[in-house]
C-alpha cells in the first residue's frame, strides 16, 4: 500500500464513521427539538382555551362552541383525564389524514370531566426537520471530503521530496559511480534524510572504488613474483642433469605458475573493466572482427578436428571500444572451441544486430543462472580459470549489449545482441 | 649484440641475465632509473628491456628522452601493468615491443630476436640454422634450398624453435606463443602437440634433420 493511500484511507475511515453517527444522531436531536417545540405551542394553545372555557355555561354553548372550533375536541369521560401527548394521523374534515401531534387535557366544565384534545399539524415541522437535515448533511459531506482532498493534496506536496529522493536511489549505480544529486526540501527530516543518503551513497562509491583499486593493485603486484618463479622454472629447465622425477617436478609448477599468471590476468581484465579504463569509442565492424579472431583462433579448432561454419547473413557496426569488443568475442569463441568434442561443429552467424555462436554439446544444457557467475567452472578443466563469461558478461553491461544462452537440439547457443 | 636490462626486481634480472648470456648477447643491467638514464646516455645498446614502474621514474620517461635524442636503440617494453594505456604510449613512443609480465624467458629472447633482426637489417636478413633458411620477412623457409609449405603457426613454431635453439623450452611457453597476446586465456597442449608433430613431419619430408626433440614431462628443445 501507498504511503499517500495509508494516510487518506484513515481519514476515509474516519469520516464514513461520523457520517454514519452524525447523521442519525443530528435527526434525533433535532426531531426531540421540533416535538418539544410543537409540544409547548399545544400547551399554550391549552391554556388559551381553558382560559376562555369558563365561559360556557350549559350544553349548547358547548355544542355551538365545538362548531366554531374545529381543530379540537372535547368529550365527556367517565374517567381522570391527565396531560399527554402523541402523534397519530387525523384528519380535521375527513379528506387523507396527515400526521399530526395531539395533546389530552382535562376539563371541568358546568361540573362534569371532559377530555380535551388538541391538535398540531406536523407537516410543517417534519418539512423543517427534513430541511435541516438535507442541508446539514450536505454540509457535512462536503466538509469532510474538501478536508480528504486538502490533506491529499497537502500530504502528496509533503512527501515529493521524499519521493523524488526514491528515484533518486533507485536509479544509484554502484557502478557507474555517479553521485546521487538531491534537491533541497522545505522540511528538516527530508533535508537530513537526503543528506544522510548522499553521503551514504558516496561512502559506497568510495568503499567500491577502493575495493577495485585493491583488487586492481593487488593483481600487479602479482604479475612480478609470477613473472619471478616463471622465469626460474625456465632456468631450472635448462640445467643439466635432469631426471625424469625432477622434470615432471618442474613441470607440474610451472603449469600451476601459467594457471596462476592466467587466474591473475583475468581478474585484472575484469576489474580494470569494471573500473572504465576501456572508455574509447569507434565505428566497429563485428563482423570484420569476428573474421579475423576466427582467423587467430583456428588453429585450436583445427587441432580438434572443429569445424567453424561462418555465416554472417547481415553485417553489425557499431560505435563501441574495440578490445573490449575483441575480448567478448574471443571469449566467447574460445569458449566454444574449448567446450566442444574433437570432430564437434562451432556455427557463427549474425542476424540483424545479433551475433551467435553455437556449439555441440558436450552434456546436457548448463545453468543459465550460474554460468555466467565468477569462478563458476563447468566441469574440472585445469586450464579453465572460471573468468570467460563473467567477463563477456561485464563487458555487455558496459556496453549495454544483452547475452543470452539457451540449449538448442543438443546445442548450446550464446547470442549477444548489440 | 648489446642490450641493457632496466629492471628493479633483482631475482627477475638475474633470470633474464642468465638466460640471454646463454645466447651470447652482451648484457648489462640497471636497476632504477638514475642508473638507466645514465647508461643510456653513455651507451648505445642494440636492444634495451625496459621496466615502466622503476625507483626514481617512470620507464616511459626514458623512451621518450631516449627519442627525442635522436638514438635508435631497440626498446622492449616489460611491464607489469599491461594497461592497454601503457602498451599504447609505449609503442607511439616508439618502442618496438611490449611484453606483459609474467611472461617466459623464451617469448623474451624471441622477441629480443626480432627486434635486432629488424633494427639491423631492415628485415632482410634470412636465419640459417644448418640446411633450414628461414626468410623472416616473407615468412618462408627452405629446406637444403626447397622452399617448404608451412602454415603460418609452423613458421611461428619453427622461428620459435630456433631462436631459442638448444633451450628446453615449456610446452606452456610454446602455447601461448602460439596463441599470441590478444588470445591466451586459453591454451590447449594436444594442439602443441599436434602442430609440432605436423612441423617435424614436414621437415623431414623435405629432407631435413629431426631437431625437434621432446624432453621428457617438460616441453621440447630444438637441438642445432
Known sequence: MKLLQYTIRHYI????????????????????????????????QKKEMLARLPQLHNATELVIWKKMNKDMEITEVGYKVTDSFYSSPWSADGSTPAYYRHMEAPVNIAGKNYKLTLHSSLAESDNLLLSIIIVQSVLLVLLLTGLLIINRYNTGRLWAPFYSTLQQLKRFDLNKAEKVKLPEANIEEFNELNKTVQQLTEQNIEAYRSQKEFTENASHEMQTPLAVLQSKLELLMQTQPLSNEQAELISDLEDAGGRLSRLNSALLLLTRIENNQYQSKEKIDIVEISKTIIGQLKYLAEGKDIFIHENYTAPIVRETNKALLEILLSNLITNAIRYTN???????????????????????????????????????????VGLGLAIVKKICQLQQFQVRYIFKNGFHEFTVAF | MKILIVEDEKALRKSILSYLKQENYTCETA??????????????????????????????????????????DGVIIISAKNALDDRIKGLNLGADDYLAKPFHLSELSARIASVIRRRKFSGHKTITVHEITIDPEARTVLIHCNPVDLSSKEYDLLTYFITNKNRVISKNAIAEHLAGEKANTYTNLDVVYAHIKNLKRKIQVAGGDDYIESIYGMGYKFKA
Not at chain 1, 570432430?343 to 545479433?354: K, L, Q
Request: glycine share 6%; hydrophobic share 40%; net charge negative.
Open chain 1, 13 to 44: 475511515i474516519y469520516a464514513i464513521i461520523i457520517l454514519l453517527i452524525s447523521i442519525p444522531l443530528f435527526y434525533w436531536v433535532m426531531h426531540i427539538i421540533v416535538y418539544r417545540a410543537v409540544d409547548t405551542a399545544l400547551v399554550q
Open chain 1, 342 to 384: 574433437n570432430e564437434g561443429d562451432i556455427f557463427i552467424e549474425t542476424e540483424i544486430n545479433h551475433y551467435t555462436i553455437r556449439n555441440t554439446a558436450i552434456n546436457g544444457p548448463l545453468d543459465d543462472s550460474l554460468i555466467f557467475n565468477r569462478f563458476h567452472k563447468q566441469g574440472n578443466d585445469a586450464q579453465s
Open chain 2, 31 to 72: 636497476e632504477d632509473y638514475a642508473s638507466a638514464r645514465e647508461k643510456i646516455e653513455v651507451y648505445d645498446y642494440d636492444c634495451i628491456l625496459l621496466d615502466i614502474s622503476l625507483p626514481g621514474g617512470n620507464g616511459l620517461q626514458l623512451l621518450e628522452s631516449l627519442k627525442t635524442t635522436g638514438k635508435t
